[in-house]
């Protein structure tokens, strides 16, 4: 039995979209089950990349297959979807559920900023766009397309933000590395407040060394010469 078809049994079977991991997790339990199957049982140790490559492959066939549903991958999680020129059926036969309003040119740009140079702080989107996003960067963190994941390493510490997977979903990208070419965009310059002085080693951004040798830079203070003792008088 090939690998792809059961992956596609399985994804075919699935009620939500299925990562490689829970794929594989699937095969390692049909394999060691109390009565499992001799058939599932080569598949036990099948790693991620034969997974990844099976699927890839299933995608291709479906696709050449031209039939009015596909496999695709979106945010990393792979599943069955129709064909987009199949929707007013589709609608007819399900429904149209209550989607959120849709982003406002202004949410779209600051995204496209915060997707391409990720992890970024929000003085460095203003930069980049010219203008206040206090408003807008709190519609994209209220609809959890934006979720900020760290500090940056500069004074004052501000926050840094990242897109998340239901971005990826919103826009049907299978990762980051999907998002087209913008290369403009990634070298429009911002500035970063400096790195805060200190050798605390838990909150330092600059280096102890380097500390020391700014140090050592700093022009040396010129010393005295030490007169001499006077020499005793010769009786």
């Known amino acids: 039995m090939e690998l792809k078809f059961i992956l596609e049994s399985l994804l075919f079977s699935a009620q939500k979209p299925m990562s490689v991991k829970e794929l594989r997790d699937l095969l390692v339990n049909a394999a060691t089950a109390e009565d499992a199957d001799e058939a599932a049982k080569p598949f036990k140790k099948t790693k991620d990349d034969d997974l990844t490559v099976a699927l890839e492959e299933l995608a291709r066939e479906h696709e050449t297959a031209a039939r009015s549903y596909r496999v695709a991958c979106v945010a990393g999680a792979w599943q069955f979807v129709t064909q987009p020129e199949f929707s007013p059926w589709l609608k007819a036969l399900v429904g149209v559920k209550n989607r959120p309003t849709r982003l406002s040119q202004a949410a779209l740009e600051t995204l496209a900023i915060i997707a391409y140079r990720q992890p970024v702080t929000r003085a ?62 990634r070298r429009i310059p911002v500035e970063r407040p400096p790195a805060p002085i200190t050798a605390d080693a838990g909150l330092a951004t600059t280096p102890p060394e380097q500390l020391q040798l700014d140090e050592s830079a700093k022009s040396p203070v010129e010393e005295m010469p030490v007169a001499a003792p006077d020499e005793p008088s010769a009786n």
Do not use: C, H, K
């Not at 934006?146 to 500069?154: I, P, W």
């Open 124 to 185: 460095e989107v203003e930069q980049v766009r010219g203008v206040n996003i206090d408003g807008t960067m709190q519609t994209i963190l209220e609809r959890g397309l934006v979720v900020q994941s760290g500090r940056a390493e500069v004074v004052g510490r501000p926050a840094l933000y990242s897109t998340t997977p239901l971005f990826l979903e919103y826009f049907g990208l299978r990762g980051l590395e999907d998002l087209p070419a913008a290369d403009e965009l």
